[in-house]
């Protein structure tokens, strides 16, 4: 299967492929008149038709679309010249553009717009799409002509970009089993159809949780919750027809910050259960079966494949290449996070009973006396600093970072030019700073809502390749933030504002893409992350908080002690921040290197943390029963940890642009970064690509320095 099938149907289940020419497009369409599946028309080479999206039309075109996409590889088949990379990988590289456009739509109902209606269509047609991807990927004839290609490359190779395309491919075919005998083969397609099922439901129950359990306060509740935060509880709760109450949802978002503020010790607890038991409640929504039987059929799957777990076989094509590596980096971060846990709880404690307040420090606590702790310490108030962190000015401050490092130019759309999914979302032009070029749009979906999966994330609608045409690319963002009460602003948090510079990065690296051959738009899991990890750093740059971090009302920029405060707390709650996450990567890891027969993952899960010393203060970022990235699909199965592996690399590249002369707007590096890190996507070998730019390997040093933590006497190479 090549990448970019792969990637799709990881995410949401999908496939993502780019079609077929101009004069085959039109003999295509001829064949239907679903809306979802025709070619997109309008402005910028054609956008999505979201003006036209209905849940009924979702169905009939993901089928036909698959049966044009077969269509598709048939012809590459029946062809009885010789394989060459011009008649079958390129026919292959253009194979299914109808389907490409469904599953644009399909991902939209999943992500942004799902409905009951819509999860009862994907539950249906889940097994179907794994049985079409089985179809491709284990197709014979197709893999006999891609084997050819590749094998006679190795004695003559390509050029490079040729070269690594075909590399991929096989690659991706040989993991998918596509070298299976026919019995095996069929045992592996039956478990992909098992799985993907599986999959739909994990993360619908999930969805249903985040929808069911929403908790009401009344106005004698609202302890310590700031005004802002009320407002948009306030409204929350009217939209769910509950006027005169205050709603916060089971989401992040609305989450977080109440832990943080409130001064309701059982409703943080009543909260902070809510929102980490999701799918794990012991009812019709319960994900601890699904998560079994997922375990269960993947190691059976690799098995077939000959490889001892999921992890070997998942890693084998990553910048780690193995668990064993992925292990090591890990576990030389937990010791130091631990011990910094043990401080900040200390911390918190002295503050608890210097309150009187005769309590031990539990999870829900954890936020809540944190940033009691972040006044203390640091005279750091995190309500402070929203007040400078208005998303108007934050959208601002991502154009002005794209236009200093990539010569970008946003500009918005008028409303109503380009069709949209929602009222809510906003569209903008991108285009070359100089030569007003135009390289593509970008949609914003800010704003959490019902039907909408939560977190941040990045998707693109249509990628750049020069051997579709070179079309302007189609990038988008999408952000869970509250959304205010009429005529209030939206104020984000430190962390809030560093994600939506994070989920930009990766818009950015969709934008700048040059590349050939559609393949080289995927990516490398552990490497992905990088790009939009470091384009963080630029939040907190002079340029940015001079021009944009200022206060929504006054106008005035936020105050330079309030700045070094900010600063000087970089590595404050590094803790827990630190071990949140490290817990879940690790527990993704343990997952998938573990026989699955001995798994029993509410068991697995606490006594693999107590073996630990996972402090009982913290809680996983993702709990097992909703941990999406590793059980709604397959896209960061034993890849959580590629967060902690961009990182190093993040913190490496970043003194890079400390230690040069322009700092973080230094021209010659910054055109390094586009040159290497970022326009060629999947073009060229991660660690290659890395090598290119800082001149060596990254090292593990600048990420200890970075949070705080004392740096190793052997570098992590």
Known sequence: MNSKFKKGLSVFALV???????????????????????????????????????????????????????????????????????????????????????????????SNVSSPEFREVQKELAPEIS???????????????????????????????????????????AMQGADLNKEDKKRYAEINKELSGLYTSFSNNVLADEENYVTYLDKDQLGGLPDSYIKSAAQAATNRGEDGKYAVTNT??????????STERELREKVWNNYYSRGDNGDEYDNNEIIKKILKLRDERVELLGHENYAQWR??????????????????????????????VSDMQKVANAEGADITIKPWDYRFYAEKVRKEKYDLD???????????????????????????????????????????????????????????????????????????????????NELMGAKPVLSSNNSNFIKPAPGEPVLVSWDDANTFFHEFGHALHFLSAD???????????????????????????????????????????????????????????????TTEFLASAIMDMKYHTTDPDKIEPDTFERETLKELNMPEEIVMRHRTPHFGHVFSGEGYATGYYG??????????????????????????????????LFAPRNAMDPAEAYKKFRGRDAEIDALMRDRGFPVPEKEMK
Do not use: C
């Open 16 to 110: 993502s492929i780019i079609g077929y020419t101009n004069g085959q497009e039109k003999e295509k369409e001829s064949m239907t008149t679903n809306p979802l599946l025709t070619n997109w028309t309008g402005p910028y080479q054609g956008v999505p038709a979201f003006d036209k999206m209905k849940v009924d039309l979702v169905k009939p075109a993901i089928r036909k679309g698959m049966e044009l996409h077969l269509a598709d590889i048939d012809k590459i088949t029946a062809n009885t010249e010789d394989p060459t990379f011009e008649n079958t990988i390129v026919p292959l590289e253009k194979a299914g553009q109808e389907l490409d456009r469904a599953f644009t739509y399909y991902g939209i109902y999943s």
């Open 131 to 173: 049985e079409f991807s089985s179809k491709i990927s284990q197709n014979e004839e197709l893999f006999k002509r891609i084997k050819t290609v590749y094998e006679k490359s190795q004695k003559d190779p390509l050029d490079a970009a040729e070269q690594r395309v075909i590399d991929l491919i096989y690659e991706d075919f």
């Open 252 to 261: 992040r978002s609305s989450m977080d910050p109440f832990l943080t503020y």
């Open 315 to 344: 890693l084998q094509n990553r910048m780690a290449k193995t668990p064993e590596n992925a292990m090591d980096l890990m576990m030389k971060v937990w010791p130091a996070a631990l011990a910094r846990v043990k401080e900040e």
């Open 382 to 464: 995190s309500e402070e600093v929203k007040q400078y962190l208005e998303l108007g000015n934050l959208t601002q401050a991502l154009f002005f970072t794209a236009g200093e490092l990539f010569n970008f130019e946003f500009t918005l759309v008028e409303e109503g030019s380009v069709p949209v999914f929602h009222e809510d979302v906003k569209v903008w032009e991108v285009s070359d700073k100089d030569s007003g070029e135009l390289v593509g749009l970008w949609y914003l979906d800010p704003y959490a809502r019902q039907g909408k999966r939560s977190g941040a994330w990045a998707t693109t609608y249509r990628s750049y």
């Open 515 to 577: 590349i050939e051959y559609p393949t080289l738009n995927s990516g490398v899991r552990d490497y992905t992350e990088f790009q939009s990890q470091l384009l963080e750093r630029w939040l907190s740059t002079d340029k940015v908080i001079n021009q944009f971090l200022r206060h929504h009302e006054t106008n005035e920029v936020i105050p330079a002690d309030l700045v070094k405060k900010i600063k000087k707390a970089a590595t404050f709650n590094q803790g827990f921040a």
């Open 643 to 676: 967060y902690l592996w961009a990182d190093v690399l993040t913190s490496d590249a970043s003194e890079a642009f400390a230690e040069a002369p322009g700092g973080f707007y230094d021209e010659e590096v910054a055109a390094k970064l586009v040159k290497y």
